[in-house]
C-alpha cells in the first residue's frame, strides 16, 4: 500500500516536472533569433516569389507564431484554444514540420518506438554484461581476472562509437553475414507487423545494441565492482563467513544486494545520456530512430518538430527515474520507512 | 579432562614481517570463559578470528595447531577442508563482533539474518527454523520477538542489536562462543545487561566461551581463565582469581592499574562555598527537534532532546555531563558552546575574564563570536576521524591561527611545536601526517591544536573513550596538567562515571533530557541517591572480581523512568522537580 502511495505521489511529480521541461524547451527552441518560417520569407522576398511569402504569412497565422510568445507556448502545449480550438501535445497534436511540410506526428511515427527499443535494448545489454563482470572483478579483486576486464572495460570506454559501428558492420557481415545499416529490412519498412518483421529487427539490433551500450557497460562495470569492494570490507561481510556461509552464497545474499543500488539508480541516467549519445551512431548505421530527425530539425530551427522530439526525450528520462525511484524503495528498507516511527 | 579447544604454540605474521602473534598457547574448558585480553595491537583478535579461520586474506599462520576435540574426535581447525570448515562456523564455534550498528546487513530483517544459521547448517524447515529463532530472541530479551524477527537493524538501538547477534550466534547452540569486544561499543549499563544475558546463557547452555577485551573490568565479572597478550606474545595466563588480585606480570599489573575504577566510598567533604566567578552558565536550557512525521501531511513529532537545563561552571573547574548514547549531553554541549541555538527562554552566558563582561553566547555579533571561539575549543572523541589524514599536523595545529589571523608564519611554527612539547610529544613530529601517530598521541595531538588559540574553556566531548584503558590513564592526566598549569575550565561529556571520578568537580547525570542528579563527585558517589545514577555506578565493571556488577541495581534504574520507584517516577513528559537534598547535591525527584 504504501509502495502504491508513494509511485501515485511520484507519478504527480513527474508530471509536473515535465510541465516545467516543456517551458525550458519551448523558450530554447525560440531562443535563437528568428524562425523557419521568417526565415524562409526573407528568403522568397530577397528572390522575389510572392507567391511562396501569402503561403509562409498563412502557416504563420495558423500555427499562431505571429502571437506573442506566451501564448504560443499555451497553444502549443494546449492550454489555450489555438486558431482550430484547442490541439496542443495534450490533444495529441504534435505540430507542423515546416522542413519537411508534413505533420510531426506523420514524421517521427515508426521512429518513436523503434527509438524505444533500441535504447532499451541497449540498457538490457549493459546491465546484463555489467553485473556479472562487475560482480566477478570485485570477487576476484587484484587477480588476471580483475585486470583483464578493467582492460577490456576501458577500451570499450575509450574507443569512438561510430568508429566500433564501422567495424562490428564490417566483420559482422563478413563473418557472421549481419545485415548492414537499418533496423529492417527495407521490404518491411511501413509493413504492417509480421513474424518476419520481427525477426528482421531483431537481427538488426545487434550491432547496434552492442555499440550503444559497450561504452555504459564498461563505466557501470567499473562502478560495480568500485561498490562491491567497499561493502566486501564491510563488518557484515565477516558475519556472514562466520555463520558458515559458502563464499559465492554470501556474496549474492550480502554485498551484491546493498552494493545493487547504485546500481538501480543509474536506470534514469543511463536512459537520456544513451539516447543523446546515440544520435552520431544512428546516423552512422543508418538506423531510424529519432536521432537524425532532431539533429536535422533543430539545424533548420524546425520548431515543432525539435520541440516535440525534445519533449519525447524529457518523457523517457523521466519516466527512467520515476522507474529508478521506485525500484529503490522496494530495494532499500531504509528509504521506504524513511520518517516512520522507531 | 580433555580441553575443547586447544591452541598450541600458534604464530601469525603478515608477509614478511615479524609474527604479529607469537607461540601462543591456551585451552577453554567446556562450560567455561576464557579472556583474551590486551590493548589493541596485542594480537587478541586475530588470535580468536584464527579459531574460526576467518583472517585478512595477507595473513599466513607459520605455525601452531588448533585443535577442536567433540565427542567421539578431535578436529585439527587449522588443516580441516574448507567446506568441513563452513559446517562448524556458526554451527559449532560462532562469533559476535565488535560493532553491533555495522555487523548486521542493514537491508535484511533480522529474523532473515537469524534463521539463516539454521537453514545452512539444520537443513531446517523455514517454519521449524522460525519457531526456534523466537524462542531465542524471547531468550535474549526481546519484549516483542515477532515483532523483531520482521524489524530490519537500523530500527533497534545498539544494545538491542547485539542482543540480536548473540542470538544469532546461540540460535544454533554452538559448543564454543568469541565474543570479540562484545561490549565496547555500548554504554555501561547497556554493557552490564549484555555481559549478564551472556553468562545466563552460557549456564543453561553449558558452552564455552573466548572473550576478547581489553576491559579487565569485564574479564573479572566473566572469566574463570585469562590469558594476557602484549604484542603478539602472552604475558601471563591463569585463573582468573589469582591473576586478578595478585598479578605475577608487571605488564598485568599495569592493566589492572590504568582500569578505571569507582572510588572509594569515603564520607564527603563538605563542598568548598559555591566559587560566584563562573565561566559558563547554562539558564533554563532546552532544546526541542521537531521530526518529520513521514510523507503526507500528518503533523511533525516533537523530540525534547533536552529540557530545562541549568549548569554552572566556575573559573578553573571541571564540570562533567554524565549520561548513555541520547541522554541529552551533546546536545547541551553544542548549546553551550553556541552550535545551536536553545529554545526560546533559555541562555547560556559566557565571562572570558573574572570582572570582564559577560556575553550571551546565543546573541552575539559577528566579531563577539569571533571573539568567543578563541575562547572556547573543542576536543572530539574519535582521534581518528577529527584529524584530517591530508594535512600535516603543523597545518592542522596552525590552522586555528591562520583563520584568527594570529601572529607571523614562524611565530606560529615556534607556536605549534612548543603546544606539542607540553601535550608530550616531540617538536620534530610537526611535519608528520597523522596516521604516523597511534590513537592515543592522535588526541594529544587534538588537545594541542585545541590549545592553540589560547582558548580558557574547553569543551572535551568523550575524550578518552575510543581508546584503550592504559592510554585513557595518560590522556586524563594529561587534561589535569594542562587544566591546572593554565587555568582552563572543563566541560566534560562522558558516559563512563569512572573516567568522570576523577576529573571532574562537579558531576551532573542525564536522562531523557534531563539532568536527574548533580553533586561533587565524592556526594555522587559516597551517597547515591537516584536510581539511574546508583545504576550506573553498580554497572562499572571494575577489575576486582570479589565485586560483581550489580545485576538487579542497573536493571532496576537503566530500565524506562517510567519504571523507577515512585519517588522518581517520571509521568509521560512530567518529571519530578530538581531539589537539593544536601548542599550542593540535587536529586530529581518528588519530596
Known amino acids: 500500500m504504501e509502495i502504491l502511495r508513494y509511485a501515485i505521489y511520484r507519478f504527480g511529480t513527474m508530471l509536473l516536472t515535465l510541465w516545467v521541461v516543456s517551458i525550458l524547451v519551448f523558450v530554447i527552441i525560440n531562443l535563437p533569433p528568428g524562425d523557419y518560417l521568417s526565415n524562409q520569407i526573407a528568403e522568397l522576398r530577397a528572390s522575389g516569389q510572392s507567391a511562396g511569402v501569402a503561403k509562409a504569412e498563412f502557416l504563420r497565422s495558423e500555427y499562431a507564431l505571429d502571437k506573442p510568445l506566451w501564448q504560443q507556448y499555451l497553444i502549443w502545449v494546449g492550454f489555450l484554444p489555438g486558431p482550430h480550438g484547442f490541439s496542443g501535445l495534450i490533444q495529441g497534436n504534435f505540430g507542423w514540420s515546416f522542413e519537411f511540410d508534413l505533420p510531426v506526428a506523420e514524421i517521427v511515427g515508426d521512429t518513436l518506438w523503434l527509438t524505444v527499443l533500441v535504447n532499451l535494448a541497449a540498457v538490457l545489454f549493459v546491465y546484463m554484461v555489467a553485473l556479472p563482470l562487475g560482480v566477478l572483478a570485485a570477487a576476484r579483486a587484484r587477480s588476471w581476472v580483475d585486470y583483464t576486464s578493467a582492460f577490456v572495460g576501458y577500451l570499450g570506454l575509450a574507443t569512438p562509437n561510430f568508429l566500433l559501428a564501422l567495424i562490428l558492420f564490417y566483420y559482422g557481415h563478413r563473418w557472421f553475414d549481419l545485415p548492414i545499416g537499418g533496423l529492417m529490412d527495407p521490404a518491411f519498412e511501413g509493413e504492417p507487423m509480421s513474424w518476419d518483421k520481427v525477426k528482421s529487427i531483431l537481427i538488426h539490433l545487434i550491432v547496434p545494441t552492442f555499440v550503444i551500450g559497450t561504452s555504459g557497460a564498461s563505466a557501470m562495470m567499473q562502478r560495480l565492482r568500485a561498490n562491491m569492494l567497499d561493502e566486501l570490507g564491510k563488518p557484515y561481510v565477516e558475519t556472514a563467513v562466520a555463520k558458515g556461509m559458502s563464499p559465492s552464497r554470501m556474496l549474492a545474499k550480502y554485498p551484491l544486494r546493498v552494493a545493487f543500488n547504485p546500481f538501480v539508480a543509474d536506470i534514469g541516467n543511463l536512459l537520456p545520456s544513451m539516447i543523446s549519445g546515440s544520435v552520431l551512431v544512428s546516423v552512422v548505421l543508418g538506423l531510424q530512430t529519432i536521432g537524425p530527425t532532431l539533429l536535422t530539425a533543430l539545424k533548420t530551427q524546425d520548431l515543432f518538430l525539435s520541440g516535440f522530439v525534445l519533449m519525447f526525450v524529457a518523457l523517457l528520462t523521466l519516466i527512467g527515474t520515476m522507474i529508478s525511484d521506485v525500484l529503490l524503495v522496494l530495494l532499500d528498507p531504509r528509504i521506504r520507512y524513511e520518517g516512520r516511527d522507531a | ?591
Not at chain 2, 581489553?214 to 582468573?240: F, I, P, S, W
Open chain 2, 1 to 591: 579432562m580433555t580441553p575443547l579447544l586447544s591452541v598450541e604454540n600458534l604464530s601469525i605474521g603478515f608477509g614478511e614481517e615479524d609474527p604479529v602473534v607469537q607461540s601462543v598457547s591456551f585451552d577453554v574448558a567446556a562450560g567455561q570463559t576464557l579472556a583474551l585480553v590486551g590493548e589493541s595491537g596485542s594480537g587478541k583478535t586475530i588470535t580468536c578470528r584464527s579459531v574460526l579461520r576467518i583472517l585478512p586474506k595477507a595473513a599466513q599462520i607459520r605455525s601452531g595447531s588448533i585443535t577442536l576435540n567433540g565427542k567421539d574426535r578431535a578436529i585439527d581447525l587449522l588443516t580441516l577442508g574448507e567446506r568441513k570448515m563452513r559446517d562448524l562456523r556458526g554451527n559449532q564455534i560462532s562469533m559476535i563482533f565488535q560493532e553491533p550498528m555495522r555487523s548486521l546487513s542493514p537491508l535484511h530483517r533480522i529474523g532473515n539474518q537469524v534463521a539463516e544459521v539454521l537453514w545452512l547448517h539444520g537443513r531446517k524447515s523455514e517454519r521449524e527454523a522460525k519457531k526456534e529463532v523466537l524462542e531465542c530472541f524471547e531468550r535474549v530479551g526481546f519484549p516483542d520477538p515477532e515483532r523483531t524477527y520482521g524489524s530490519y537493524p537500523f530500527e533497534l538501538s545498539g544494545g538491542m542489536r547485539q542482543r540480536a547477534m548473540i542470538a544469532m550466534a546461540m540460535v544454533a547452540k554452538p559448543k564454543l562462543l568469541i565474543a570479540d569486544e562484545p561490549t565496547t561499543a555500548l554504554d555501561v549499563t547497556t554493557q552490564a545487561q549484555v555481559l549478564g544475558l551472556m553468562k545466563d546463557l552460557q549456564r543453561d547452555t553449558g558452552m564455552a566461551m573466548i572473550l576478547v577485551t581489553h576491559d579487565l573490568g569485564v574479564v573479572a565479572n566473566m572469566a574463570e581463565q585469562v590469558v594476557v597478550m602484549h604484542k603478539g606474545r602472552v604475558m601471563e595466563a591463569g585463573a582468573a582469581e589469582p591473576l586478578l588480585s595478585a598479578p605475577a606480570h608487571p605488564y598485568t599489573q599495569a592493566l589492572i592499574d590504568a582500569a578505571p575504577k569507582v572510588p572509594e566510598a569515603t564520607a564527603a567533604t563538605p563542598p568548598a562555598p559555591a566559587s560566584e566567578d563562573l565561566i559558563l552558565e547554562l539558564k533554563s536550557v532546552s532544546k526541542t527537534y521537531s521530526m518529520r512525521a513521514g510523507k503526507g501531511w500528518r503533523a511533525p513529532s516533537l523530540i525534547s532532546a533536552c529540557r530545562d537545563i541549568n549548569l554552572r561552571l566556575p573559573r578553573g573547574k571541571t564540570l562533567a555531563i554524565v549520561g548513555e548514547s541520547g541522554s541529552g549531553k551533546t546536545t547541551a554541549a553544542r548549546i553551550a558552546l553556541g552550535a545551536e541555538a536553545p529554545d526560546p527562554g533559555g541562555e547560556v552566558i559566557f565571562r572570558p575574564q573574572t570582572d570582564g563582561p559577560a556575553t550571551k553566547v546565543h546573541e552575539m555579533n559577528r566579531a563577539a563570536r569571533t571573539a568567543f571561539q578563541r575562547e572556547a575549543q573543542m576536543v572530539f572523541q574519535d582521534p581518528y576521524s577529527s584529524l584530517s589524514p591530508r594535512m600535516r599536523i603543523l597545518d592542522t595545529m596552525i590552522e586555528p591561527l591562520e583563520i584568527h589571523r594570529i601572529g607571523r608564519q614562524e611565530e606560529r611554527r615556534a607556536k605549534a611545536a612548543d603546544m606539542l612539547e607540553m601535550v608530550g610529544l616531540g617538536r620534530d613530529m610537526l611535519l608528520r601526517y597523522p596516521h604516523a601517530f597511534s590513537g592515543g598521541q592522535r588526541q594529544r595531538l587534538s588537545i594541542a591544536r585545541a590549545l592553540m588559540l589560547d582558548p580558557s574553556l574547553i569543551v572535551c566531548d568523550e575524550p578518552t573513550s575510543a581508546l584503550d584503558v592504559s592510554v585513557q590513564e595518560q590522556i586524563l592526566c594529561l587534561l589535569e596538567e594542562i587544566r591546572d598549569e593554565r587555568n582552563l575550565s572543563y566541560l566534560f561529556i562522558s558516559h563512563d562515571l569512572a573516567v568522570v571520578a576523577r576529573i571532574a568537580d562537579e558531576v551532573a547525570v542525564m536522562r531523557r533530557g534531563l539532568v536527574v542528579e548533580q553533586a561533587p563527585p565524592e556526594a555522587l558517589f559516597h551517597n547515591p541517591q537516584h536510581p539511574y545514577t546508583k545504576a550506573l555506578i553498580a554497572a562499572q565493571p571494575e577489575p576486582n572480581i570479589h565485586r560483581p556488577i550489580n545485576l538487579k541495581l542497573v536493571a532496576q534504574g537503566a530500565g524506562s523512568p517510567e519504571s523507577w520507584p515512585e519517588d522518581f517516577r517520571f509521568s509521560g513528559q512530567e518529571a519530578p522537580p530538581l531539589i537539593p537534598v544536601e548542599p550542593g547535591h540535587k536529586v530529581r525527584c518528588h519530596a
